[in-house]
C-alpha cells in the first residue's frame, strides 16, 4: 500500500515545474523503508527524502555531520537552530545518529498542489539554513 502511495506521489512530482519555474525531478529509492529523493533544480546537492505513512508525510533534508562542526561554535550553532525554528513554520532541525537535517510534515491526504509547494518552502529554508549557519561549520574557521 505504501509503495502504491510513493508511486502516485512520484507521478505527481517528477518532471514537474513549479508555479516559480523551478523543475523537480522525483523517484522512489528501494530500501528497508521505501523513500521519494525529491531534486530542486539548481539544488541537487540538497535532495529532499519523503516517507509517509498512514497519516503523514514526512520530508526532510540533510544538512551536514557532527564531525563538520566547527568544535567552538557548537553551542552557538545549536542555540542558533532553536531560534531559527520559529520563523520557519513547518521546518524544523533535528539530528539523526551524527547527522543534522531540517525537515517538515504534511498530511497524507495533502493536495499534490500543496506538496510541491511545501517542497519547494523546505528547499528554500536549507538554503537560508546552510547560508546563515555556515559560520559554524569547520571549513569555515
Known amino acids: 500500500m505504501a509503495n502504491e502511495k510513493l508511486a502516485t506521489l512520484v507521478k505527481g512530482l517528477d518532471g514537474i515545474v513549479t508555479t516559480d519555474g523551478i523543475t523537480l525531478a522525483a523517484q522512489i529509492v528501494e ?3 521505501p523513500l521519494i529523493k525529491v531534486a530542486v533544480e539548481d539544488r541537487e546537492e540538497f ?3 519523503l516517507t509517509m505513512d498512514d497519516d503523514q508525510i514526512l520530508c ?6 557532527e564531525n563538520e562542526i566547527d568544535t567552538a561554535k ?3 550553532l545549536l542555540e542558533h537552530m532553536l531560534t531559527m525554528n520559529l520563523p520557519m513554520p513547518l521546518s524544523s532541525f533535528g539530528k539523526v545518529g551524527n547527522q543534522y ?3 517538515g510534515a504534511m498530511a497524507v491526504d ?4 500543496d506538496i510541491r509547494h511545501e517542497l519547494r518552502v523546505l528547499s528554500d529554508n536549507t538554503l537560508n539554513a546552510v547560508e546563515t549557519m555556515s ?3 569547520a571549513h569555515a574557521a
Open 47 to 49: 535532495p529532499i527524502y
Open 110 to 113: 495533502s493536495r499534490i498542489e
Open 60 to 65: 526532510a533534508t540533510y544538512l551536514w555531520k
Open 101 to 103: 537535517l531540517i525537515f
Open 74 to 76: 557548537r553551542a552557538e
Open 31 to 33: 530500501g528497508e523503508i
Open 135 to 137: 559560520e559554524y561549520l
